[in-house]
Structures are given as structure tokens and as C-alpha cells.
């Protein structure tokens, strides 16, 4: 945006700069969870509802953080100017 890129531009650049690092951060940290997901040792009934919710945590983070936000950025900044304009 500052750089004179219009609104929706910049923020699919910057979404898309950032996909792949969020992904792949998003990713492994689900993976170390797995294990714990789907023990069935001592412990278990603490370890597998523990685990399970990171993992729901994770992946809802890692959605809101790469369409969510983006789009509500936009939205907001839409209304921002348009109130702008009836002023």
C-alpha cells in the first residue's frame, strides 16, 4: 500500500509472501502433536484431548492468519474510505 499498490494487490502479495513459511510452521508443529494424538499408553486420557486441541488451534490459527485477516483488513479499510467520502 505504500508503495502505490492498490489495497487488494498489496494484501494478495503479502498473503502470498507469507503462505509458505506460515504452511510449513503451522505444519510441523501439528506434526509433533500427532504422536501424542494417538497414544495409547499411561497417560493418554490427559495426553490425547491436550494434543487434539493444539492441533485444532494450529490449523484454525494458520486459517485466520492467511484468509481471515487479509479479508477483514480489506472490509474494514473499504468502509474506512468510504466513510471518508461521505464526510
Excluded: C, H
Excluded at 513459511?21 to 499411561?42: C, D
Excluded at 488451534?57 to 483488513?73: D, Q, R
Amino acid at each position: 500500500i505504500d508503495n502505490g499498490l492498490p489495497a487488494y494487490e498489496a494484501v494478495k502479495s503479502a498473503a502470498l509472501q507469507r503462505l509458505r513459511p506460515v504452511l510449513m510452521t503451522s505444519l510441523v508443529a501439528s506434526l509433533g502433536f500427532v504422536p501424542m494424538a494417538f497414544n495409547t499408553g499411561i497417560g493418554n486420557e490427559v495426553q490425547r484431548p491436550l494434543a487434539t486441541v493444539v492441533i485444532g488451534g494450529l490449523i484454525s490459527s494458520t486459517v485466520l492468519t492467511l484468509f481471515v485477516l487479509p479479508t477483514l483488513f480489506l472490509t474494514i479499510r473499504k468502509f474506512v474510505n468510504v466513510r471518508k467520502q461521505q464526510n
